[in-house]
Structures are given as structure tokens and as C-alpha cells.
């Protein structure tokens, strides 16, 4: 049985999750919800989650310890500046299972973009699950800071504030996958992936980019779609 598990703050990974998911006529178990606990036993399982600061989001990485399959494809989705080093990373922590591995352009969260991305080639990871075959990822670069303080770095760099249309539903508290939001306050452990701010049904919350990330956000891109078998 295949099992396709997304993480997703603000929905591009899990488009990308639906497509695999349709294609394969399977539902997604998303990661960091209960239910998932007891369904992590299947024989292919395909991880879909976004890059965040070049790194493989804390919720992700908290997940693959967990994971039992026989098999695992990881789908990393980036906002179209560098998806850094992920797919070797989750890789190296699934221990020589991986059959096949992508890393897909799709919109900046922090620049709104949509969850378009490009689909031509993604049947070769539906044949490859069909017939297994370990697949090799190779190691990409990655810059040297990416592993200081992500979450830190994103703090900094994007504010979260709360407007007077709060209503105090806790709807926000209640599917922050960090646990970081507490009696209204954002606490320090948040990655900032705008969960929170994509769902609330009253646009109550609102972020702004520091300078700093605006600049480098409006740098040269990188667009391609990489598929690894
Ligand atoms: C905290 C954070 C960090 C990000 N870091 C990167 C990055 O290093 N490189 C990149 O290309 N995109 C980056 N992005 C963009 C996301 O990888 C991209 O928009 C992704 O598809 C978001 O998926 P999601 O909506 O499922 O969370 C970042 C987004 C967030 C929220």
C-alpha cells in the first residue's frame, strides 16, 4: 500500500501532495496531525513538505524517525530561490530506502505566489513506485549559514501581527504545527511557514517582510524542476 504524507504551511506542498495522491487514488496523511500516529506503517510512502531556510522543516524532521515504509519517495517544494541540500539530507535519515526524490518550483510563500508547478516528468516517480528500484540523490549545495538558527532567521525577518478583526476562535493555536501560539501571543519556537495566517477565517493576521528579506527575495531565481531516480 502507498501512503502519501504532506507537511504544508501554507498549502503549496499539499497541492503538489493532492496530485500524487489523485494519481495514486490514495488519501494524504498530513504530518504533525494526530491520525497520522497510527497509520505510519505502509509499504511506500511519499513525503511531500517545502524547503524552509534550505532545510527540512522541524515538523519533517520530527516525522522521519517515525516513519516505517519499505520504500519512501521525498518531494521537497521550494519558492524558487534554492532548495539547498533536503533531498540528500532526508535521504542519509531514511537509511538507503528512497526509490525516487524531486525538488519542484512552486510559489514563495512570503511573495503570495500560487502552488502552480510544473508536472511533466512526475510519472517517472509513479512508474518507479510501481517498480521499486533504489534511486541515487545526489548532494547539492547549500549556503553555509542555513544551519545556523533558521528559525531565528526567519523571526527576524518576517512579523506576524494580530488585527482588531481577532475574534479569539483559537482556530490559530489549535493548527499551528508548532504548538507556538499561546493565549495570542506567537512564541519562539514559531518557523513562521504562515499556517496561521493563511487560515484564519477572519484575515486577523497579517505579516510583513523585513527589508533585508525583501532583497534577497527579489533576487535571481532558480526554476527548475529536478527529478532523482
Ligand atoms: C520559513 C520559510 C522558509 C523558506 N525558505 C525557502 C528557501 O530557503 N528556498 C526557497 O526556494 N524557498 C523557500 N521558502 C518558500 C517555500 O519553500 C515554498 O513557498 C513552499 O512551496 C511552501 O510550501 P508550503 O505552502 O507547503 O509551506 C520558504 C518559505 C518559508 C515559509
Known sequence: MTAVYCFSGSGHSRAVAEYFAKRLNVDILNIGEKPVAQKMICRTAIVVFPVYCQNIPEPVKSFLPCLKAEYIVFIATYGKM????????AAKAACGKVIAGAYIPIGHTYLRGNAEFPKEGLSAIIERI???RLAVIPKSSKNIFADFFPA????????ITRNKDCNECGLC???CPMQAIHSGKIKCNCIRCLRCVNLCPRAALEFKLRPI???YLSKNREESLKVYL
Open 152 to 159: 531565528w532567521r526567519s523571526r527576524l525577518s518576517v512579523k
Open 173 to 175: 493555536a489549535e493548527r
Open 213 to 215: 528579506l525583501k532583497k
Open 82 to 89: 534554492w532548495h539547498g541540500n533536503v533531498l540528500w539530507e
Open 130 to 132: 510501481e517498480a521499486p
